[in-house]
């Protein structure tokens, strides 16, 4: 069954560095992949979604990449500030033949904390 | 675009006591609708999911149920509850494939 590795230790980084952020996934590649960001005591709220056939997403100050030959994907927060401290959850949806219905799998998420 | 509603934020039940959850979403028809749990610093786990008024999937056996008795409403219930479901419950909704789902800031559940 498909697997997703986030790393499981806190980031901490200082104010304006740029933060990046893990996905691995270990089966099959998901037609498209998501990121969340998660504060405590609060629902996710969605942030970027990439598809199989694209390499880069941008938003802002947040960029991701998707590569289907590593199984990975990667999150940054280029000039990082102190309120893009939470948990980033990376989701994956599952294939149609396997009977789902646009089911997404999450990941544990990755803690950032931005130190001023 | 969507809002999903939640309630309560916060509950504490004793052990074998019923259990209703309610889900309400605004802002959209014909969602599909998701209740996730959320043990602590664990991924979201789905448990059940809703293409339609009174079609309901499960994911995995447990002691819960759902129910929507309409098009924007989602229910969660349990008829005796475990110490094992406690967590923090969460319902999305979804307007389509390759959509984002949204999420309501969930139910803290605490099982005594």
């Known amino acids: 069954s498909q697997k997703i590795e986030q790393n499981s230790e806190a980031l901490n980084i200082q104010e304006g560095k740029t933060a990046t952020l893990t996905c691995n996934y270990t089966?099959?590649?998901?037609?498209?992949l998501q990121w969340y960001r998660q504060d405590p005591g609060r629902g996710p709220v969605f942030l970027l979604l990439i598809r199989e056939n694209e390499k880069e997403k941008r938003k802002e100050r947040l960029k991701v990449t998707f590569d289907t030959t590593l199984k990975q994907s990667l999150f940054h927060i280029t000039a990082s500030q102190p309120a893009d401290s939470a948990t980033y959850l990376c989701?994956?949806?599952?294939?149609?033949?396997?009977?789902?219905?646009?089911?997404?799998?999450f990941g544990a998420g990755t803690r950032l904390a931005v130190h001023p | 675009s969507q809002t999903i509603h939640q309630w309560p934020a916060t509950l504490v039940q004793p052990v074998g006591s019923p259990l209703s959850l309610e889900c309400t979403v605004e802002?959209?028809?014909?969602?599909?609708l998701y209740w996730y749990r959320q043990a602590a610093g664990r991924g979201l786990q789905l448990l059940f999911y809703s293409v339609g008024i009174g079609q309901i999937s499960s994911e995995v056996p447990q002691n819960l149920s759902a129910s929507r008795p309409q098009d924007r409403q989602f229910i969660l219930s349990s008829k005796k509850l475990l110490l094992s479901d406690s967590g923090f419950y969460l319902c999305?909704?979804?307007?389509?494939?390759?959509?984002?789902?949204?999420f309501g800031d969930g139910t803290r559940l605490s099982i005594l």
């Open positions: 089966n099959y590649s998901p037609a498209y």
């Open positions: 989701a994956l949806n599952r294939p149609l033949f396997s009977g789902g219905y646009n089911k997404l799998i």
């Open positions: 999305a909704c979804q307007e389509g494939e390759v959509q984002p789902q949204h």
């Open positions: 802002g959209t028809s014909n969602p599909n």
